[in-house]
């Protein structure tokens, strides 16, 4: 009786883990810097991957609330990567009426990409926590893609990254290490409940970024500290969120300028550091 009601048991348990492994994993911003490196990583490893965007088969796009439904339809897991940002008027609105969403779908597993010293984005962090499900939150520093993929490559080519950053100091974290994280959060146990400030392994100014890109590259990269009027000026020509004038200002007060071991928790190794992304991104080319 004992072994017939263990091998049921047993049974059950292989059939639930045979389903959740059916299911998809969807990826919002699955062709952005951090999401396109989460669909690498899964599909990969085999994980059956939905992306999550306004190109895909099955489209996505946060604006449209009708496309969330038939993206959700039978996923087991969500990586959340809001776009343009947790900090910006309406995310958090936007993001609980996802979160309900998601786990009326079915969803049981939520990873928020989140924001370090993003006050207004712990509202968004509120929800995820208190979704009833399984959640983890990778709250990030500045990106070191940000200067190869983003909008800070202009510059870069220029040879003048101008910001209203004054000297803060930034732990800069690579997008592979943020990517690696929401992975493991994802497919692995442990990682439940967890809040991982996810950064890199030293301080570094825009100064200092400069300096790194130009012994990379060989070419005069400088940093021009530039005023918030003078930003605002450069995102209107850019047709950019004029908000990301508010958000540079604040995290960029020296809130972040401290190292944190969210990388090491999650993944048991190191960051990378800003000198090894320098040098394999001047080798590409994109800075050429």
């Known amino acids: 009786m004992f072994r017939a009601d263990l091998s049921r048991l047993t049974q059950g348990m292989t059939e639930r883990s045979n389903t959740h492994q059916n299911s998809p994993i969807l990826v919002l911003g699955g062709t952005g810097k951090t999401g396109r490196r989460v669909v690498d990583r899964l599909t990969e490893r085999g994980v059956l991957t939905r992306v999550g965007s306004r190109s895909a088969e099955i489209p996505f796009d946060w ?38 969403t998601a786990v009326a779908a079915g969803a049981r597993r939520l990873v928020l990409l989140s924001g370090r010293g993003e006050e207004e984005a712990r509202a968004s962090e509120l929800v995820v926590e208190r979704s009833g499900v399984a959640w983890t939150i990778v709250r990030a520093s500045w990106f070191n893609q940000n200067f190869s993929e983003n909008f800070l490559l202009g510059p870069v080519l220029s040879g003048d990254i101008a910001l209203p950053a004054g000297d803060a100091a930034e732990p800069f974290v690579d997008a592979d290490d943020i990517a690696d994280v929401a992975v493991a959060a994802l497919t692995s146990e442990g990682h439940d409940g967890q809040v991982y400030e996810v950064a890199g392994p030293r301080l570094l100014t825009f100064a200092d970024v400069a300096k790194e890109i130009s012994d990379a590259t060989g070419r005069d990269v400088r940093y021009t500290p530039v005023s918030t009027e003078e930003y605002a000026a450069v995102l209107r ?48 080319g994109v800075w050429g």
């Open 237 to 284: 020509a850019q047709d950019l969120p004029m908000e990301f004038v508010d958000l540079f200002t604040k995290i960029l007060d020296g809130r972040n300028a401290s190292l944190t071991d969210g990388v090491r928790r999650a993944l048991g190794r190191e960051p990378r550091d800003f000198r090894d992304y320098a040098r394999a991104t001047a080798a590409t």
């Open 63 to 100: 604006e449209d609330r009708s496309t969330w439904g038939p993206a959700l339809e039978g996923v087991s897991a969500v990586y959340i990567s809001f776009y343009p940002e947790l900090a910006f008027p309406g995310a958090t609105e936007t993001i609980e009426v996802f979160t309900r």
